[in-house]
């Protein structure tokens, strides 16, 4: 087959790589701790379970609204509405499977051949290879450990230029566990603004901020006609197989992002949207559980991080995973993820999995029971003391 030339400019996410490699390790009879995968360990909710079951048993089983069912739209826009302080209507809300066709549809919808998206380096992958895919060019701002994993405001500033037609932020991140300062946030809104550049702001971490209180960038003024936010159902409510998300957005581009939605799934699982609004209407008491386990489950392993030779981490303020610098081992962070994972028996993510200014990292994430957590560390250890 001859392919489009289009296809070679895609790249991939390599945590679901490696969880194949690890399985394929697992079935030749070796013991993998997987902290490779940005998953959520604890089970669905026993209330949104209930009502999918339900709304099976209602026969919601047939074709929906490609922008999602309007009792599902409703609900999110007023759960966005009081989680951010700001007027958001059903007709802004398009509902995908999983979040990331938000920023799929997001970036076609507003990029063409030769324009410019700005984007977080380290970052989800994902970015940069759909900018790639849809014939943009990737312009990375540098997310560095001495500032916290934020944004070089001065260094966006001069990036800025009249073929940028979309900054994309991610707080809490992916994979640095950063936090874009609320005066961070307030200088790139006014950047937005002042040159009327749409943001794709990714908030799907919202509900893991261990220090400090969220703030979203749809909140200063002049943001929310330019605000693309992208949500979803997987993390806060372990929902990563059910496939659910969501992106608010202007109710023009809503119509766009809907049209892609028609000729690509044509719509989200009904059933699933139906659990979605047991998971945004009822209790909150598991995701509070979760997350402060999450954050009990960080303090232990980055404790034990610093605790082995030539690596040092900074202690992440959201998210789920660990990021530690490893230049201490002189080698590669590809090297090191490599030894970890055939040495070991640990999975864990190469940084340069997140563009390249994430070499000297790995990426871990804590999603994993105490127990595993802390064999990972002992079985780490050896192989950080082969390093040095």
Partial sequence: MNFAPRMGRLGTESAFEVLARARALERQGREIIHLEIGEPDFDTPAHIKDAAKQALDANATHYGPSAGLPEVREAIAKHVGETRGIDVTPDEVVVTPGAKPIMFFTILALTGAGDEVIYPNPGFPIYESVINFAGGVPVPIPLREDTGFGFDLDLLASRVSPKTKLIIINSPQNPTGGVLERSQLERIARIAVERQIPVLADEIYRDFLYDGEFTSITAFPGMKPLTILLDGFSKSYAMTGWRL??????????????????????????????????????????????????????????????????????????????FPNITGTRRSSSDVAERLMNDAGVAALSGTAFGAHGEGYLRFSYANSEANLRKALDRMRPVFDALR
């Fill in 245 to 322: 998300g969501y992106g608010v957005m202007p109710a023009v581009l809503a119509d766009h992002v809907t049209r892609l939605m028609v000729n690509s799934a044509s719509c989200t699982a009904s059933f699933v949207q139906l659990a979605g609004i047991a998971a945004l209407q009822g209790d909150r008491t598991p995701v509070a559980r979760m997350v402060a386990e999450f954050k009990r489950r960080r303090d232990l392993f980055v404790d034990g991080l610093n605790a082995l030779p030539g690596v040092r981490c900074a202690k992440p303020r959201g998210a789920f995973y660990a």
